[in-house]
């Protein structure tokens, strides 16, 4: 099992920063891949970007040049940097990781004001 904790949501206006944080815990030797997702309100969750064990991302088109996905050097935190923020930005941000399963953080909420 693995156990993901995020931090780091919060209000900021349009144009802002925020960093958010996921903090994986439990048995990550299995993980293959970890990523951002996110949900607004009344809409599907939608993936924002992934970073796999090798080191490739990937964002979704709408957050390319805004969004930065990393890790730290053991590979269980990963980082979400949100630059330029859009009110279309806001939503519930989950982290997840997939080693055998998916799995899901508690998520994050992150609202942009305009």
């Known amino acids: 099992q693995v156990q993901l904790v995020e931090s780091g949501g919060g209000l900021v206006q349009a144009g802002g920063s925020l960093r958010l944080s996921c903090a994986a815990s439990?048995?990550?030797?299995?993980?293959?891949?970890m990523g951002w997702y996110r949900q607004a309100p009344g809409k599907q969750r939608e993936l924002v970007a992934t970073?796999?064990?090798?080191?490739?991302?990937d964002y979704e088109d709408s957050v390319k040049g805004r969004f930065t996905i990393s890790r730290d050097n053991a590979k269980t935190t990963v980082y979400l940097q949100m630059n330029s923020l859009k009110t279309e930005d806001t939503a519930v941000y989950y982290c997840?990781?997939?080693?055998?399963?998916?799995?899901w953080g508690q998520g994050t909420q992150v609202t942009v004001s305009s």
């Open positions: 997840s990781a997939v080693g055998g399963q998916i799995y």
């Open positions: 439990g048995t990550t030797f299995s993980v293959r891949t």
């Open positions: 970073l796999s064990r090798s080191g490739s991302t």
